[in-house]
T-cell receptor
């Protein structure tokens, strides 16, 4: 079965510091990987996706993600965290067809 | 204008009742979804419709019945509500069935509490 794992329940970072939210995947064939963010009491918002091509994908709000095939990882990164980045982040894979399979989510807390 | 809108936003009801959640999208998409987010924030697909046809049904109890009157709407009806149905239900939409790279757009969610 195709899946993603987010090993950290929570990530804490100081404002202005770089942040990384980890995601590893298990898929057969070419992976289609996504990152979504959920702010409190809101729906999920798309951040970025990897389909093919450049391993560094740039997305919304200054986020980027690095696809690493040898480590089967797709970590979300941002060079300088903002307090407003505090939210729940989901990594997801699309194994085939139309459904998204989500990781368990990682809470990001950015402290000023 | 909200792209994917769900109503109601909150739903509190008693066990055994029947309730419906409505979803509408104004993005012109042809595919719509229902996801369930449990108390631990775990998200899982329930159903997907493409052009009003059911294409995904992920071992959801028969008490849950989606209905798609047209491409822009996907409603979720739940019979005989149980305590375990308490969750946040998200509607989503996308364009182009079979395109694995297409983006799904989510509504704000409906928080269902069964007492």
């Amino acid at each position: 079965a195709q899946s993603v794992a987010q090993p950290e329940d929570q990530v804490n970072v100081a404002e202005g510091n770089p942040l990384t939210v980890k995601c590893t995947y298990s898929v057969s064939g070419n992976p289609y990987l996504f990152w979504y963010v959920q702010y409190p009491n809101r729906g999920l918002q798309f951040l970025l996706k990897y389909i093919t091509g450049d391993n560094l994908v740039k997305g919304s709000y200054g986020f980027e993600a690095e696809f690493n095939k040898s480590q089967t990882s797709f970590h979300l990164k941002k060079p300088s965290a903002l307090v407003s980045d505090s939210a729940l982040y989901f990594c997801a894979v699309r194994p085939g067809g139309n459904k998204l399979v989500f990781g368990a989510g990682t809470i990001l807390r950015v402290k000023s | 204008d909200t792209a994917v809108s769900q109503t109601p936003k909150y739903l509190v009801t008693q066990m055994g009742n029947d309730k419906s959640i409505k979803c509408e999208q104004n993005l012109g998409h042809d595919t719509m979804y229902w996801y369930k987010q449990d108390s631990k924030k775990f998200l899982k697909i329930m159903f997907s419709y493409n052009n009003k046809e059911l294409i995904i049904n992920e071992t959801v109890p028969n008490r849950f019945s989606p209905k798609s009157p047209d491409k822009a709407h996907l409603n979720l009806h739940i019979n005989s509500l149980e305590l375990g149905d308490s969750a946040v239900y998200f509607c989503a939409s996308s364009q182009g069935m079979g395109h694995r790279g297409n983006i799904q757009y989510f509504g704000a969610g409906t928080r269902l509490s069964v007492l």
